[in-house]
């Protein structure tokens, strides 16, 4: 069993940036793969940027250069630095993970992120 727990979201002008944490527990060592996931009004569910046990990285062409994952293991955290928020960034930010063994999907609950204008 793994809980992740996310945070870091809030309002933020466009040009800002926001550092999100998800923090993991449990049978976090099982993770071989986790993201961050995305949804904002009136859109479906997307994927934002994913990293590997080898911490090879990938990242939606929306968000490609300003945004950066990357995770401590000590500290079982997972982070999404968001650099040069635009108005569209605006969604509910979510971290994944995934147990490769017993092919299990874990989600956190969610943090919001409101870029203004």
């Known amino acids: 069993q793994v809980q992740l727990v996310e945070s870091g979201g809030g309002l933020v002008q466009a040009g800002g940036s926001l550092r999100l944490s998800c923090v993991g527990s449990g049978s976090i060592f099982r993770v071989n793969y986790m993201g961050w996931y995305r949804q904002g009004p009136g859109k479906a569910r997307e994927l934002v940027a994913t990293?590997?046990?080898?911490?090879?990285?990938n990242y939606a062409d929306s968000v490609k250069g300003r945004f950066t994952i990357s995770r401590d293991n000590a500290k079982n955290t997972l982070y999404l630095q968001m650099n040069s928020l635009k108005p569209e960034d605006t969604a509910l930010y979510s971290c994944y993970a995934r147990d490769g063994l017993i092919a299990r999907d874990y989600w956190g609950q969610g943090t919001q992120v409101t870029v203004s204008s």
């Open positions: 990293i590997t046990r080898g911490s090879a990285t």
